[in-house]
T-cell receptor, first 113, second 118 residues
Framework: DAGITQSPRHKVTETGTPVTLRCHQTENHRYMYWYRQDPGHGLRLIHY???????DKGEVSDGYSVSRSKTEDFLLTLESATSSQTSVYFC????????????FGPGTRLTVL | AQSVSQHNHHVILSEAASLELGCNYSYGGTVNLFWYVQYPGQHLQLLLKYFSGDPLVKGIKGFEAEFIKSKFSFNLRKPSVQWSDTAEYFC????????????????FGKGTHLIIQP
């Protein structure tokens, strides 16, 4: 258990609505990541953070924004959800002392109708 | 840009058979390599990792992997699989972070869906 929780775990929403997913960690790690998982694509990096207020884009960042105002929370926002954003979203942390090793949360299944 | 290729998308084996899942990566510098496993309905769990040193690394649940630098490969092996090994397996790579001390994120292969028949 990497001390990561994600909320909500499941969400159904409609096209055009804003959605925010939350990742919370209890171990005070500096590095946090958001990935999406889609069949036939594996996991792809959306955004990541290397500290409070320090974030950067990943491979598939279009349509997503992130914020990190506290070490323990990393928020992923879909400003206007589209059906192509239907996916399973995983948060990960990079453990201090083994920063290149990532540990994953339980995931959020998002369906955009 | 780095990329990871997993050759087998679906593999079906019988219990006690030997397993080898292929993984090749493309990256111009020093890499760190990982195998993750995802059991049905669960999140990803780290099986094993290679950073440096002995190219044969051992992980949990009897899995091992061999890093062959000349072939840009990091194949996963298990001498005798069990029904409980049914899962999706992902190979991943990360290069050295430009900021030093941290990783910029993993690049994953598309995964191999392994089914073990009793």
């Amino acid at each position: 258990d990497a001390g990561i929780t994600q909320s909500p775990r499941h969400k159904v929403t409609e096209t055009g609505t804003p959605v925010t997913l939350r990742c919370h960690q209890t171990e005070n790690h500096r590095y946090m990541y958001w990935y999406r998982q889609d069949p036939g694509h594996g996991l792809r990096l959306i955004h990541y953070s290397y500290g409070v207020k320090d974030t950067d884009k990943g491979e598939v960042s279009d349509g997503y924004s992130v914020s990190r105002s506290k070490t323990e929370d990393f928020l992923l926002t879909l400003e206007s959800a589209t059906s192509s954003q239907t996916s399973v979203y995983f948060c990960a942390i990079g453990r201090t002392g083994e920063t290149d090793t990532q540990y994953f949360g339980p995931g959020t299944r998002l369906t955009v109708l | 840009a780095q990329s990871v290729s997993q050759h087998n998308h679906h593999v079906i084996l019988s219990e006690a058979a030997s397993l080898e899942l292929g993984c090749n990566y493309s990256y111009g510098g020093t890499v760190n390599l990982f195998w993750y496993v995802q059991y049905p309905g669960q999140h990803l769990q780290l099986l094993l990792k290679y950073f440096s040193g002995d190219p044969l690394v051992k992980g949990i649940k009897g899995f091992e992997a061999e890093f062959i630098k000349s072939k840009f490969s990091f194949n996963l092996r298990k001498p005798s699989v069990q029904w409980s090994d049914t899962a999706e397996y992902f190979c991943a790579v990360t290069g050295l972070a430009p900021r030093g001390g941290g990783a910029d994120g993993l690049t994953f292969g598309k995964g191999t869906h392994l089914i073990i028949q009793p």
